[in-house]
Nanobody
Framework: QVQLVESGGGSVQDGGSLTLSCAAS????????MAWFRQGTQKERKAVATIYGFGGNRDYVDSVKGRFTISRDNAKKTVYLQMDSLKPEDTAMYYCAAGFSCVRTAASYPYWGQGTQVTVSS
């Protein structure tokens, strides 16, 4: 089991940057796929990016490709989301998740952080 705590959210202007961090505690961190999801005005949490256990494979949704970068430091048990060229439509609560498969379905991830708010103003 793993516990997750996000940090790094905040308010920025259109075109700005933020880096989110997700610190994990517990056992087996290196075995998990780590993912970032976000939830805006819609009820559903939507995947933003995923990264495999040893950081080899990464996946991004089309809307963030070229702007967001997911990375992980297994020694620190931390996953990051570097967000550049932010847009107002990126405004959402961002959640870190850990699961056994790198898929884009929220229901496939058993472990979640509490979320961190990102607000981008025009």
């Amino acid at each position: 089991q793993v516990q997750l705590v996000e940090s790094g959210g905040g308010s920025v202007q259109d075109g700005g940057s933020l880096t989110l961090s997700c610190a994990a505690s517990g056992y087996g961190y290196n075995d998990y796929c780590m993912a970032w999801f976000r939830q805006g005005t819609q009820k559903e949490r939507k995947a933003v990016a995923t990264i495999y256990g040893f950081g080899g494979n990464r996946d991004y949704v089309d809307s963030v490709k070229g702007r967001f970068t997911i990375s992980r430091d297994n020694a620190k048990k931390t996953v990051y989301l570097q967000m550049d060229s932010l847009k107002p439509e990126d405004t959402a609560m961002y959640y870190c998740a850990a699961g056994f498969s790198c898929v884009r379905t929220a229901a496939s991830y058993p472990y979640w952080g509490q979320g961190t708010q990102v607000t981008v103003s025009s």
